[in-house]
């Protein structure tokens, strides 16, 4: 036995993700399919019938046919193309070869290798078609040009940054343009003498959008609305106003050149339109998504309310009365966002697509103009290409369909489908070469299997189809859905064509049906919500295979979905495999009637049934089981468990099946048995009898993915009745490895009996002998890196194979058959053509049930799916009635028990409510009116389960919790050698209301390396610093020494100078050195003096400043010259800072400690103060310090107990423990109380008090005498003594009372002002603190800012270095390129010089030829002239034609099209017509014409070729010279910028930048609100400024001295005015009392007072008020006196009142209680009374009322029998029936 060849791929359907269609030629285009290129023709039409229009004229011209294909090796991963010549090329997945191709004839034009391992992302040919560029996928993204016929790599360059587009410019093939994934890149290709490279610009990522059209627009609209411009725009002045910036960030995706050199881009997220300059990479927005009156806004304008707003209100609805405009002149149209995902560009337009699926067409020069849009499909458009004619568009969209579009007669035509993109299950037909497939989306699609076309389409929107299955002897299939809804078709339709009379009978059908079924519909005013009527009016047109399927049956069998469908060998059963674990049958022959359901347990993989037809011996003889009626269905499934698997087997006998439905089946008809398997079995199929000896063989395969087989045991026998018992596989018989290296592997039975086939995600299909597994054939059908394969079947026949991979591809395979393989298959046809034939009598009863189910004037309707609609079989009409009769009753008796059951809970409700009231004597235990225990047990098992998960969950919480607790605490507390703590003081600021708050400063742990290298630093530090000295004083001696030499040579030359001359020198030596010296003491002085008076000007001059050790190891800031100093200055000034810090956190210790002691001696005085406000009586509230959370560090991760709300949970363990502890105190208490020595000593030597004796006596009260209460009239001298001696005790006890509380008051007073003392100390301690730490951060702040000025001047040092060695690298390549320019330029020129030569000669040698021509044929005058014309005559054919088709298209390159083309047919040799030979001229001379002529016209084409070769030399040489020239000049240019970079770096190294503290009043420069920039300020000395200040102060005094004596002056002229002012007031007085004393009236009282004198005149009216005041003041005491007496009996008859009070409330409590007792001795009486007559009340009641209601019952049942009897007597009156048996 072996195979009858090898598959190959016969055809491939679907598109490609991520690879658009390319054209190939103008009218043929190619597309990615998988690992095939399909190409495609456009084709007119010819007219045929059809009912899609009423017209004669197709809505369509063309059509659309594949007339080729390539198949390819891998998967294609890019296409390109060249149409002018049919030559295209395509790379696949790891591959490192891309051919060239031509077309149709598809032979190979070049190869080129690429690297190994190296994937292609794109390809693009230049526009002359002579360069291929290649776009290299992950990780590089390189760019290579080659020059493909040469096979030669002429320059490539990296770009490292994800792209997926490359383009050539149309217009320069030098140039090219690489975008994608929001990055793009403009490159040009530079040719030199020998070689060539690229030169890349990066494009901008960010644009700023302003512009003047912009601001006039915004200006117009917020004008005409009143709204504010100042909102966008900025006013410059009164005429020039500006948009405000608007910083968008550019994404370009995909690009398209322009015929003026730039590149316009979309946006990825298809908002925006880009268009860049090549040159300088900058861009400009074009087109927006966004827009308002033509500008472009982006979200910082649209998130603006007001604004948005004003558009919708204003500008979108608002109407302009004035010209009667609908839609406001100031916008035109809105793009929506989103849609500029696709764009192409045209003469005219700019065509975008986008999200809504439809195709704008935007004006060129206006883009705020919209002038047409275009539906085409309800999905995203992603690509849009344009045919190389611009007649043509290619429209790809989301859902992988292909549409074109006609731009000439502007009609859309669907190409591809998507019928590959969501295909869940496929089958074939037995009987006819058709293959089916089924979508998720609803779809049935009819597949040629001969010519591997779509033969039709059916669709119900709204579906989701799973599974489909053929009928194996009819046009019958079924199709389950995921709502668990069966469909069977009758597909008798398909076969014929769609314009054919039955389809559209049958289209007609159906739709005249669906507008009578909705008529009476809305007559009866219903509503179908599942009709989808709309359907059959709206046809899309541009679904040509679309046919209409006869509906036999829909069923909805189930709410979960249909997994698996299997027809019965016979085509008679359909087994349903549905999700809830059910096996619906069906009866095809009986109008596909559900006759029950099966069950088993778990998720079904697959069944299949036993097959009864076996062909025996050669003459294919049809032999059948004994016994027809047994079929027999093997179902496998995956437990529940998921780690075992089952195979149920059914033996049903189809003669004792139901005729209707049956729920589910009886045992009498279908017995089962289980066979289980410890495995995980993915896939099955079984045996043939013939290769197993006529036992129950399978071959299954596990998730181990090998294959074994297994026989099937004997199942158990069953005892009882009910399931049956799981029978073990004992063991396998053979196990071969599957050869698939993935898991998920399915088998599939072969109708040859021979082969086993298998799949699975690996993307393989194997092919296995069913005699030895391991011999095996297998080819890949799919890539495992795209998923692999979903789904694989092979066709009754055994010729085809078709897969379906998850990278949405449809594959048909064949056989490439070998002779022998040929031979034995078309024997096996034969074989097998009996049983068709067979099969096709078997399927006559199920045509003639269809047919009659056809020829019915109603039928079923196919609407689509609901999650609403509920399970309704039509087999069930006959049972509805007395289902819901039956359903009927069982409510009634439903509800008449939940009645009695809310009478009982109502009754149980009443009883716990009355219970609760009573009292805790009388209530019963809750427990007690348990009435299910199970329940209560029940409940209480699941309580404490939750209990438990829900503590798990807190524990787990946490755990969690405390892991993170201990990692904050390792980051930030255990890696602190210093922590951060808080101190405040005890009371609040007076100033700022708030309490003092310092904090210290937190250090970081050192760890070893970085302490090692401090201490590092620090060491040689300090040895330099010890090494300076010496250095210097070297270096002072050298001086001397040669000081020395030097005056001694000059003592010797000139010996007659005097001997002053070298003391001369000598003291101008010192006295510089005196000077510098003198100018340090000034400068230590100023220092000083500044030190000074920051000591004396500073108020808080009492707080010591932190100074560090480790400040005299600072380096001068003037040394500062190298970064290693630098870096060292920052090392040591991060050291004093961390020095500064500890010492501060020293001090901020001592305060902590402090303030602990202080809380501690408050506590202490607290006790006192408390004891002492007891016994004073005082309530007040004692003053007691706490630290906050803030003060203790490690508060947060602490968990205080009264933080706990909840009550804590106690474990058994541990309420254990506490118990133990518990007996063990009461333990020894019990032992304390028997020897307690303590209280034994307290009894024995204070009578057991401990009362201090003073304070019983404190305590003490004197007893009263019992004649205080007599009155006096009855008193005797004892008893008046006894009260005397009472009050005199009374008095010296409140006396001495008085004296304690005065000492204790002074106490009390003593310890407080302890406390506030000590607290305000405390309090300024912390404010003294609090400065300290203000002082501490400015000196931390100011080496802070000096570590960043170090930091800044280290990275200015490294940026003028490297500044500068980027200038010697720019100069040097400059200096390279200068000399090879200069070096290649003499070569240039010879070639020059020899091009020149050959350019004369070629045109010395056409000259010739005419001269030769002249001189041959001038002797022939007659026909000379005519032979010249003919010589010189060059037309052009069919060219006219051709430029006005160019100039009449869309293309935006016309100009340079026709161009090209001249170029092309310049080139172009025409013949001359044999027509034109002059009459009479001999056939020799004739040919010698031609001859020459001939070689006229190579000669020309020579010349102008190498006029050509001599313009590109000359044009290179101009280039090469410019070059050069530019070369130099940039040399200069950077020589000349040397020196300045030069003097750059030594400022930058001696212009250094120091930092000095200055007083406020010292800083004169003007101050800036946030920081102010001194780069201008001049620093100058104290001493100048105190020296003007000293000037100006003695200016001043002289003027103030002058100004003293003006003002003396002054002062005198005013006093001389102030007297004169005063006298003349005076003289005014006198004159108004002169006045009044005139005109004064003398009364008698007057005149008296005149006569008598003053008042001392009157003695004895002043002695009668004296008097008369003495009187009163004694009879104020006497009253006073009085009313004392009074007061002092009512407080004695008060005590009286109260002692008297206090008795009678003791009698009063003593009745309360008596009352209380006796109430409720009544109230127990009244309840039992109360309750016995109810309960015997409630008892008469229940009996009268039962009583009642049987006689009731009786009377009744009595009534009924006698109706009974009436209605069967009627019955008998009106016809015949049969009586119904009681």
Same mark, same amino acid.
């Given at each position: 036995m072996e195979f009858y060849g090898e598959f190959t791929l016969a055809k491939s359907r679907g598109i490609s993700q991520n690879i658009k269609p390319t054209y190939i030629t103008p009218t043929i285009f190619c597309y990615s399919s998988g690992n095939c290129l399909n190409f495609v023709e456009r084709k007119k039409r010819k007219q045929s019938f059809s009912y899609y229009s009423d017209s004669e004229e197709l809505p369509f011209q063309y059509e659309y046919q594949e007339i080729n294909q390539k198949v390819t090796i891998n998967y294609v991963t890019a296409i390109a193309s060249y149409p002018r010549a049919s030559i295209f090329a395509f790379s696949e997945f790891n591959n490192d070869k891309i051919h060239i191709y031509n077309f149709p004839s598809l032979s190979i034009q070049s190869t080129i290798i690429l690297n190994p391992k190296v994937n292609v992302k794109a390809l693009t040919f230049s526009d002359d078609g002579k360069f291929l560029a290649i776009l290299t996928d992950f990780p590089n993204y390189t760019v290579q040009v080659w020059k493909w016929k040469k096979e030669k790599l002429l320059c490539n360059y990296e770009i490292d940054k994800k792209v997926d587009y490359i383009s050539f410019n149309p217009l320069n093939r030098n140039q090219l343009c690489v975008s994608g994934n929001g990055n793009i890149y403009f490159m040009e290709i530079i040719e030199t003498l020998k070689n060539q490279y690229m030169s890349c610009i990066t494009g901008e990522s960010?644009?700023?959008?302003?512009?003047?059209?912009?601001?006039?627009?915004?200006?117009?609209?917020?004008?005409?609305?009143?709204?504010?411009s100042n909102l966008f725009l900025n006013s410059i002045d009164e005429n020039t106003t500006e948009l405000n910036p608007i910083y968008i960030k550019l994404m370009p995706d995909k690009h398209t050149w322009t015929p003026d050199n730039l590149i316009m881009a979309n946006s990825l997220d298809g908002d925006y339109l880009y268009k860049y300059d090549i040159i300088t990479g900058q861009c400009k927005i074009v087109l927006s998504a966004v827009y308002l009156g033509g500008v472009l806004l982006n979200n910082e304008y649209t998130d603006n309310k007001h604004f948005v707003d004003l558009i919708n209100d204003e500008l979108i609805n608002g109407y302009i009365t004035d010209n009667g405009i609908s839609k406001n002149q100031y916008i035109e149209n809105y793009i929506d966002a989103h849609n500029i995902y696709s764009f192409i560009l045209t003469s005219q337009n700019i065509l975008i697509g986008g999200k809504d699926g439809s195709i704008k067409w935007i004006n060129l020069e206006n883009q705020s103009i919209i002038e047409k849009t275009v539906y085409i499909s309800d999905s995203n458009i992603k690509d849009l290409i344009i045919s190389p004619n611009y007649d043509e568009i290619l429209v790809y969209t989301e859902k992988k369909k292909l549409y074109s579009y006609d731009l000439i007669n502007h009609k859309k035509t669907m190409i591809i489908d998507d019928y590959s993109l969501h295909i869940t299950s496929m089958d074939s037909y037995s009987l006819d070469n058709i293959a089916v497939t089924c979508s998720s989306e609803g779809s049935l699609y009819f597949w040629n299997c001969d010519t591997y076309s779509l033969m039709a389409k059916y669709n119900v929107n709204n579906t989701k189809f799973t599974e489909v299955k053929c009928s194996p002897i009819s046009d019958i299939i079924a199709v389950g859905s995921e709502n668990g809804v069966i469909r069977i078709y009758d597909a008798e339709n398909v076969k014929y064509s769609v314009d054919s009379e039955w389809n559209t009978q049958l289209f007609n059908k159906y739709k005249d049906f669906k507008a009578k079924q909705n008529l009476t519909n809305n007559e009866n005013g219903k509503v179908i919500s599942n009709d989808n009527s709309e359907e059959y009016e709206d046809t899309d047109v541009n679904n040509m295979n679309h046919k209409e399927l006869f509906l036999v049956v829909r069923n909805k069998i189930s709410d979960f979905p249909i997994k698996q469908l299997s027809f019965e060998p016979n085509g008679n059963l359909l087994a349903i495999g549905v999700q809830e674990e059910c096996i619906y049958l069906m009866n095809s022959c009986s109008e596909f009637t559900i006759l029950g359901y099966l069950n088993y347990k778990g998720s079904i993989v697959d069944m299949l049934w036993e097959s009864d037809i076996v062909l025996e011996g050669e003459e294919s003889e049809i032999e059948f089981k004994e016994d027809p009626n047994i079929k027999i269905l093997y179902v496998l499934v995956i437990n529940p468990d998921g780690k075992s698997s089952s195979i149920y087997k059914y033996v049903i006998n189809t003669s004792l099946l139901p005729v209707s439905?049956?729920?589910?089946?009886?045992?009498?008809?279908?017995?089962?048995?289980?066979?289980?398997?410890?495995?995980?079995?993915?896939?099955?199929?079984?045996?043939?009898?013939?290769?197993?000896?006529?036992?129950?063989?399978?071959?299954l395969v596990s998730i181990d993915k090998s294959i074994k087989q297994y026989i099937l045991p004997k199942a158990e026998a069953i005892v009882d009745e009910g399931d049956p018992t799981e029978t073990e596989f004992i063991g396998y018989m053979n196990e071969v490895n599957s050869n698939h290296y993935k898991s998920g592997i399915k088998l599939q039975a072969i109708n040859n009996n021979e082969w086993l086939l298998s799949y699975s995600l690996d993307g393989y299909v194997n092919m296995y002998m069913n005699m030895d597994l391991k011999e095996n054939m297998k080819f890949i059908a799919a890539l495992s890196s795209k998923g692999g394969l979903r789904k694989c079947h092979i066709r009754f026949d055994c010729k085809k194979i078709i897969t379906l991979g998850y990278d949405n591809i449809l594959r048909f395979w064949e056989w490439r058959l070998t002779g022998n393989g040929e031979k034995r298959l078309t024997e096996f046809n034969s074989e097998l053509q009996s049983i068709i034939n067979f099969k096709s009598t078997l399927g006559d009863n199920i045509r003639k049930v269809v047919n009659s189910l056809k020829k019915k004037p109603v039928f079923q309707l196919d609407y689509p799916d609901s999650n609403d609609e509920k399970i309704y079989l039509y087999s069930q009409e006959k049972q509805k009635n007395e289902k819901d009769t039956l359903n009927k009753n069982i409510t009634e008796f439903q509800t008449r028990i939940k009645n009695k059951i809310e009478e009982l809970r109502s009754k149980y409700i009443s009883l716990v409510k009355y219970n609760n009231q009573l009292n805790d004597l009388e209530k019963l235990d809750p427990m007690e009116f348990t009435i299910d225990f199970d329940e209560k047990d029940r409940l209480q098992s699941e309580l404490e389960k939750e209990v438990k998960e829900y503590r798990k969950k807190l524990e787990k919480k946490n755990l969690k919790m405390q892991i993170i607790k201990e990692r904050i605490k390792n980051e930030c507390l255990d890696s602190m050698s210093v922590i951060g703590k808080t101190i405040k003081s005890f009371k609040e600021d007076k100033l700022t209301g708030k309490k003092i708050k310092v904090i210290n400063y937190p250090l970081r742990k050192k760890n070893e390396k970085e302490q090692k290298t401090t201490e590092k630093i620090i060491k040689m530090r300090e040895n330099q610093l010890k090494i300076e000295p010496l250095i210097d004083k070297i270096y002072d001696n050298k001086y001397k020494i040669d000081s020395f030499i030097e005056n001694s040579n000059e003592e010797t030359n000139n010996q007659p100078v005097p001997t002053t001359a070298p003391t001369a020198k000598d003291t101008n030596n010192t006295g510089g050195k005196a000077k510098t010296t003198n100018n340090s003491g000034e400068k230590t002085k100023a220092s000083n003096?500044?030190?000074?008076?920051?000591?004396?000007?500073?108020?808080?001059?009492?707080?010591?400043?932190?100074?560090?050790?480790?400040? /005299?190891?600072?380096?001068?800031?003037?040394?500062?010259?190298?970064?290693?100093?630098?870096?060292?200055?920052?090392?040591?000034?991060?050291?004093? +800072?961390?020095?500064?810090?500890?010492?501060?956190?020293?001090?901020?210790?001592?305060?902590?400690?402090?303030?602990?002691?202080?809380?501690?001696?408050?506590?202490?005085?607290? /006790?006192?103060?408390?004891?002492?406000?007891?016994?004073?009586?005082?309530?007040? /509230? +004692?003053?007691?310090?706490?630290?906050?959370?803030?003060?203790?560090?490690?508060?947060?991760?602490k968990l205080d107990e009264s933080e706990i709300k909840a009550e804590k949970y106690l474990t058994e363990e541990e309420k254990k423990k506490l118990e133990e502890k518990r007996l063990i105190e009461e333990q020894r208490l019990k032992e304390k109380l028997e020897d307690n020595w303590q209280e034994r000593a307290l009894s024995e030597m204070m009578d057991g008090v401990l009362i201090d004796k003073n304070d019983n006596d404190k305590k003490l009260q004197i007893e009263k005498p019992e004649c205080m209460n007599k009155p006096k009239e009855e008193l005797t001298e004892?008893? +008046?003594?006894?009260?005397?001696?009472?009050?005199?005790?009374?008095?010296?006890?409140?006396?001495?009372?008085?004296?304690?509380?005065?000492?204790?008051?002074?106490?009390?007073?003593?310890?407080?002002g302890f406390i506030t003392d000590i607290i305000t100390n405390y309090d300024d301690e912390l404010n003294n603190l609090f400065r300290l730490k203000l002082t501490t951060d400015q000196l931390i702040f100011q080496n802070e800012l000096k570590i960043i000025k170090l930091y800044q001047g280290i990275l200015f040092w490294e940026k003028i270095e490297y500044q500068n060695a980027t200038l010697k690298k720019h100069m040097e390549d400059l200096t390279k390129e200068k000399i090879k320019f200069s070096s290649e330029i003499p070569e240039i020129k010879k070639d020059l010089e020899k091009y020149k030569e050959d350019y004369e000669q070629i045109v010395h040698k056409d000259k010739e030829i005419e001269k030769a021509f002249r001189k041959e044929f001038h002797q022939y005058e007659y026909y000379y002239e005519t032979l010249y014309k003919i010589f010189k005559k060059r037309e052009k054919n069919n060219i006219n034609d051709n430029?006005?088709?160019?100039?009449?298209?869309?293309?935006?390159?016309?100009?340079?099209?026709?161009?090209?083309?001249?170029?092309?047919?310049?080139k172009v040799n025409y013949a001359i017509v044999d027509e034109e030979i002059p009459e009479g001229l001999e056939i020799e001379i004739w040919n010698k014409v031609l001859e020459m002529r001939s070689k006229k016209i190579e000669s020309e084409n020579e010349v102008q070729m190498m006029q050509k070769k001599l313009t590109k030399m000359q044009t290179l040489a101009q280039n090469y010279i410019k070059e050069s020239e530019s070369y130099k000049q940039r040399l200069e240019d950077g020589n000349k910028r040397i020196p300045e970079i030069e003097e750059y770096i030594f400022q930058g190294i001696y212009n250094l930048e120091c930092l000095f503290q200055l007083k406020q009043g010292q800083v004169e420069y003007p101050q800036s609100l946030v920081v102010t920039d001194y780069s201008d300020a001049v620093l100058i000395n104290r001493n100048i400024i105190e020296q003007l200040n000293k000037i100006i102060l003695n200016l001043g005094n002289s003027k103030i001295e002058a100004l003293k004596e003006m003002k003396e002056y002054r002062k005198g002229i005013s006093a001389l005015e102030w007297e004169n002012k005063v006298l003349d007031f005076q003289a005014d007085d006198l004159i108004l009392k002169t006045k009044h004393i005139q005109l004064l009236r003398v009364t008698k009282h007057i005149q008296d007072y005149i006569r008598v004198g003053g008042e001392e005149n009157f003695p004895a009216e002043i002695q009668a008020i004296e008097r008369r005041g003495e009187y009163t003041e004694k009879a104020f005491l006497h009253k006073i006196e009085n009313i004392k007496k009074t007061i002092e009996k009512i407080d004695d008859e008060i005590q009286v009142k109260l002692q008297e009070n206090v008795k009678l409330d003791k009698k009063i409590k003593l009745l309360e209680e008596a009352v209380i007792e006796r109430k409720k001795i009544n109230d127990i009486e009244m309840n039992h009374f109360n309750y016995s007559y109810k309960c015997n009340d409630k008892k008469q009641k229940e009996i009268i009322e039962r009583k009642r209601l049987t006689e009731l019952a009786r009377l009744q049942a009595k009534d009924i029998s006698i109706l009974r009897d009436e209605v069967e007597k009627l019955k008998l009156k009106t016809f015949p029936a049969f009586q119904s048996a009681d």
């Open positions: 960010v644009t700023q959008n302003v512009s003047s059209s912009v601001a006039e627009h915004i200006i117009t609209m917020t004008k005409i609305n009143n709204m504010d439905y049956n729920e589910k089946l009886s045992d009498e008809c279908v017995n089962y048995n289980i066979f289980k398997l410890n495995d995980v079995v993915s896939g099955f199929s079984q045996m043939p009898k013939e290769y197993s000896e006529g036992k129950e063989m399978f071959n003096a500044n030190n000074d008076t920051n000591t004396t000007d500073n108020p808080e001059s009492n707080i010591i400043k932190l100074k560090s050790n480790y400040e /005299e190891l600072l380096y001068n800031p003037f040394d500062l010259v190298t970064n290693e100093r630098k870096r060292i200055q920052i090392f040591i000034l991060e050291e004093i +800072i961390i020095d500064i810090k500890e010492q501060f956190n020293k001090k901020f210790d001592e305060n902590v400690k402090l303030k602990n002691d202080i809380i501690s001696k408050i506590e202490e005085k607290n /006790e006192r103060i408390q004891s002492i406000k007891e016994e004073l009586e005082i309530e007040e /509230e +004692i003053f007691q310090p706490t630290l906050d959370n803030d003060e203790i560090p490690d508060s947060c991760l004892d008893e +008046i003594k006894q009260i005397k001696e009472y009050e005199k005790k009374v008095e010296a006890f409140m006396e001495e009372q008085e004296k304690y509380k005065k000492v204790l008051e002074t106490e009390l007073k003593k310890h407080q430029n006005d088709k160019i100039n009449n298209s869309l293309n935006p390159f016309k100009d340079h099209e026709l161009k090209c083309d001249a170029d092309n047919n310049e």
